[in-house]
């Protein structure tokens, strides 16, 4: 019998997703070995603390602190980066692509930072660098990006990207119980972060975006180059006077391009989705992605998009893109072009001006309850050409308060941005008015 | 500048979806040859009239009736076999093989009938067969399974796989109109074919069940070996009582394996889904398949499942596969061990019997309105330990006749069918029993 070629691997952080990838390679291997005709050897494992007590038990000979090391032994084949942050886990990138390795990672902030860089040093050295598990857990999304759905362009992507606000604006709407107090369950649940701004201020999402539109487009959008709204603001009343109109809300990462003039726009926000959409069907830690692709119409996507298992399922699946690439000795996915692993060249591609970012608006503001209000606000955005579309007006905190609430026809984002601007400047307005979109999409 | 490969595809059939892929794959030729660094020639196509006016423009110099002439043509590299039946489609697939050639088939109902010799007869020749877009249109489902999700083993498949079907049973939900009148609309409007049984009777979807078990479990189930129902039985009435019940009424193929006694069973039928499911708001011509993975949990994929576009985009992601098999001399996708392309080995895997195949259960009988029914009824399902959930009965045609409805609780396949069989024989059961699954499956 010949002898099997061994592929060692190397697994860079042994947390959450680590160990979830230790467990689950080891039940599995038999079957992938079979699969794939080598032996899979989880060679190295580096972690901070030698010494703490984990739920999965690696040989002691196996563990070390040194990362970088895993990173340069000429030994390892595969680097899975499960460090996070973009500190150390930046450096092992480089380090292992300089030497040519494959570096299989989940670590979303490095991309959407790095991304550049990472893609051009792989590159320069023959590595390749594989990202399934940064974007919707286990949903192969961009593998369906990359090679599935080749054919197509995409005018349209939109989706529910951070499993953390989608429970909590589930549990709003099930519960009608307040956001303050859903939050502070979650991170009881470790459903959030101590700190939860990454997630529900919208940056998580933003920089899982920023990699779907680099798939779709070939360029990297900045989180500061998007608009970037969190669910923070979003309260009972909001949810409930989207249901009465007919839509649920959901943070949504929005990912536009306009194949006449190239314009491509990337945004995060708190969106109105109609009710039968299947995106607003999609509950609690789910994520949801739907594609608008120019042949194949609109498919979407649905699955956990977070969490030890759905992680480690998508790390697994690359391991193993990644095992037939070093035993075939070409990529097995598709388009290493000019931009390193993207399927899409970027070339022309721009930044489109807030004048052609176009939605509906849901706009609500607290107001004096006295005569003229009305009139004054609607002043205001016929001024800037904003066309009111609906007007619902309720009691409101304090005494003397109203809450009211516009949803807008058509307009873009730099007209609604200076009707804001001068809505917040008005005596009769209260507090700062909370925008949110309203996602009735051409698909 | 060094010249690029030319790789010849060979086009057999130029009906619906042939004239797709020509129109879409000339429309992006020029992106895809630059992504694969090769150029992209459609070598020779088949018809079966030379002389038909169709919407694509194809050179007359290109067009061959000889199908088979374009299998063997030892220029051409690829053969996309889009002639459909299982006749010529077969002999010019074997053909191309036997050549070692790659072919791209849109075909259930070959791949369903002789899956195995096509695979054993890739596997003898060094050929490939891809087959993307046999299964739900555009949605990149056999990827997912046999790449993305590569890490998971797969208790519970299920989905909606046919849209004339979900079309039909969407309009009779929305509209309450019967279902004749909405299968005479969509035979009117295209929808269904003239001969509409392979549709409604639920063939086509059992033969794309078929190919999904083999993908999931590497083994062909018949469509004799299946339960197949259609859903030319469901009325009005069974879609507002299943409404009542918190059910959308939808034609599932439902794939299921038990991992302790590797039994696995395949069926299709019209299913009542929980309303708050993904799947109960998938609508219209649109296709969605659910897939619970051992290790990533419940992943969801929605589109539309037939159609042009949408196969001409899963045609020419396979063709842009097969390319990239071409230029590197290994397969894109994994896993061509022993069944040729399958994803799993089949070994050891063995037919469910019906008693292991459970469900919920939703009967509906036309009965004599007198007294002492019921108490028949529930004599014959206690007898077959089937165990009544809820009672419904309401007035119908003839006169002196109620329409009863009851679900039950988890009972298996072979305890319904002697129940079923039992009550027909009943002389107050004015005709046979609609039996309907209850799809609140465990994922």
Same mark, same amino acid.
């Given at each position: 019998m010949s002898q099997k070629r061994v592929i060692k691997i190397g697994l860079c952080g042994l947390g959450t997703v680590g160990q979830g990838v230790w467990k689950h390679l080891s039940a599995h291997r038999a079957r992938l070995e079979a699969r794939l005709g080598v032996k899979l050897e989880l060679h190295r494992v580096s972690v901070r603390d030698l010494k703490k007590q984990r739920a999965v038990k690696v040989p002691a000979a196996k563990l070390t602190t040194d990362s970088l090391a895993i990173a340069n032994d000429p030994e390892i084949d595969i680097v899975c980066e499960l460090i996070g942050g973009t500190g150390l886990a930046r450096e092992v990138t480089l380090a292992a692509l300089a030497r040519g390795k494959i570096v299989v990672s989940a670590n979303k902030a490095l991309l959407c930072k790095h991304g550049a860089e990472i893609f051009t040093a792989a590159r320069k050295s023959g590595g390749h660098f594989f990202f399934e598990a940064s974007v919707a857990g286990g949903i192969p999304i961009i593998k369906a990006l990359r090679e599935g759905l080749v054919a197509n362009r995409f005018r349209l992507i939109y989706g529910i990207l951070n499993g953390t606000c989608n429970y909590i604006l589930t549990r709003m709407a099930l519960e009608g119980a307040p956001y303050a107090a859903i939050l502070k369950e979650a991170k009881a649940l470790g459903y959030a972060e101590a700190d939860e701004s990454l997630d529900v201020e919208g940056w998580d999402t933003a920089h899982k975006a920023s990699i779907l539109a680099f798939l779709a487009h070939g360029v990297w959008i900045k989180t500061e180059q998007m608009i970037v709204e969190g669910i923070d603001r979003v309260t009972q009343a909001d949810i409930s006077t989207a249901a009465t109109l007919g839509y649920g809300i959901k943070l949504l990462a929005v990912i536009t391009r306009d194949f006449d003039t190239d314009e491509v726009f990337v945004r995060v926000h708190p969106t109105l989705v109609p009710k039968g959409k299947v995106l607003a069907n999609v509950n609690g830690v789910f994520n949801g992605i739907a594609v608008a692709g120019d042949v194949v119409g609109t498919t979407t996507y649905i699955g956990r998009g977070a969490g030890q298992d759905a992680t480690a399922s998508a790390v697994i699946g690359d391991l193993v893109d990644a095992v037939t690439l070093l035993t075939t000795g070409? $990529?097995? $996915?598709l388009g290493d072009d000019e931009t390193g692993s993207a399927t899409r060249s970027g070339r022309g591609v721009r930044l489109a001006s807030l004048d052609h970012v176009t939605s509906r608006y849901y706009i609500r503001m607290t107001v004096k309850d006295q005569p003229g209000v009305l009139a004054q606000i609607a002043n205001v955005t016929a001024r800037q050409h904003v066309s009111i579309a609906s007007v619902i007006q309720t009691a409101a905190e304090p005494a003397n308060a109203a809450s009211l609430i516009l949803t807008t026809h058509h307009s873009n984002e730099r007209a609604i941005r200076s009707t804001l601007a001068r809505l917040a400047q008005l005596k009769s307005v209260l507090e700062k008015p909370l925008l949110l979109r309203i996602g009735d999409f051409e698909e």
């Open positions: 070409k $990529a097995v $996915a």
